[in-house]
């Protein structure tokens, strides 16, 4: 279905993913969801998105990525979630966690771990969530002390995109006296570490795979341990104290990927409700000629419109170097509600078809769709980003 660009380059982009959907995921979304055994990462798919460049489309070419803009890389976000979201998380979360490596790195953070993740030859995780900290991130527990040479890292890590595969922990951690005054965010720093030699975990870390999760199955999520694990000095990611702020701006940026994704399920439910309003026969004719049917299509293609836009807008205000926070969290906000519309109106399109995952994607896609309101900042955290910044 048509999309509107607003730069000559999405185009390229949109057919690049819809070739590679064809062979590299269309054949394997529906095993991917229901396969018997969630453990597995799906490594052959991964590895298929890093041979196209799709990981690192938007690092740096001087470490190995595509160096695109943040409008093409939001239109391929928007098109891999068109295909399958999950295996789009699978892409999305190596840009998230090597973004903070390739923005706050030193040069040699950078040459060691950007080109290895953007070929897909180590694999990155985001490592923020705690039991005791989501929204309210500041609350960390897990504590860096410095002994000589070497972080001694304690504490325990939740939710953490490919947290039970992954070879490197984008961490975050509280450092004791770390930081200027006692402001709790000041306490935060960044660490980069290893989690894996010769493919073994090092000593002190364990992980998990969560069960029984309810969409994005492809991708995995995973619950870590910390214990007394010893990594270099140097591994330090930007400045002692510093850590919250690298967080926060490595968010804002996802905030705009999150929009795509909801852009990309949202539009995907609309194709599907178009294809079966046009073939389903009720009462004689195709439900797609009862009014009831023509409004639910009208407002999701609407919506869907006004939150493509919102999306493209902050990805323009980012590729132009402004500040762009409050429009990432409307964005982020505006278009995950409008995939929640959209798939619940699908479902209502497809009646009991949309219900069984046997017989239409829909099932899928209002299971994928509903962690969008809640990572990378609940759809209340965004309203309270918004509200905070209209109200000062
Ligand atoms: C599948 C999945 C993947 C994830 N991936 C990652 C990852 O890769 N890395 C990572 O670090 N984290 C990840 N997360 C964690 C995710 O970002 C958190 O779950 C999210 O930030 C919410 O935190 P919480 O679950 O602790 O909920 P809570 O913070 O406990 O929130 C519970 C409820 O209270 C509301 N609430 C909290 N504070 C306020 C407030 N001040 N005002 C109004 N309402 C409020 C929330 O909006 C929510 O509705 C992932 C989570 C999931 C489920």
Partial sequence: MFRYNIDDRQQAIRDRVTAFAKTNIEPFSKELDHRDDPDRFAMNIYQALAKEGFTALRMPKQYGGGGVSSIEYTTLIEELC??????????????????????????????????????????????????????????????????????????????????????????????????????????????????????????????????????????????????????????????????????????????????????????RALQESIDYAKKRICFGQPIGKFQAIQWMIADMATQIEAARMMAYKVSMMQDKGEKFSIEAAQAKLFATETAKFCVDRAMQIHGGYGYIGEFSPIEKLYRDQRIMEIYEGTSEIQRLVISGSYLR
């Fill in 82 to 267: 068109y295909n399958d979201a999950a295996v789009c998380l699978l892409d999305a979360v190596t840009e998230l966690a090597t973004y903070p490596i390739y923005t706050f790195g030193t040069e040699e953070q950078k040459r060691k771990y950007v080109p290895k993740c953007a070929s897909g030859e180590i694999l990155p995780a985001f490592v923020l969530t705690e039991p005791a900290a989501g929204s309210d991130a500041v609350n960390q527990k897990t504590t860096a002390i410095l002994e000589g040479d070497q972080w001694v890292i304690n504490g325990e890590k939740i939710f953490i995109m490919h947290g039970d595969v992954a070879d490197l922990f984008v961490l975050f951690v509280k450092v004791e006296g770390g930081g200027d005054d006692d402001k709790a965010s000041r306490k935060i720093s960044a660490i980069l570490v290893e989690a894996k030699k010769d493919g073994k975990y090092i000593p002190g870390v364990k992980t998990a795979t969560l069960k029984k999760k309810m969409g994005m199955r492809a991708a995995t999520t995973g619950r870590i341990w910390l214990e007394n694990v010893r990594v270099p000095k140097e591994n330090l990611l930007g400045e002692v104290g510093k850590g919250f702020k690298i967080a926060m701006n490595t968010l804002d940026g996802a905030r705009i990927g999150v929009a795509a994704q909801g852009l990309g399920i949202a539009q």
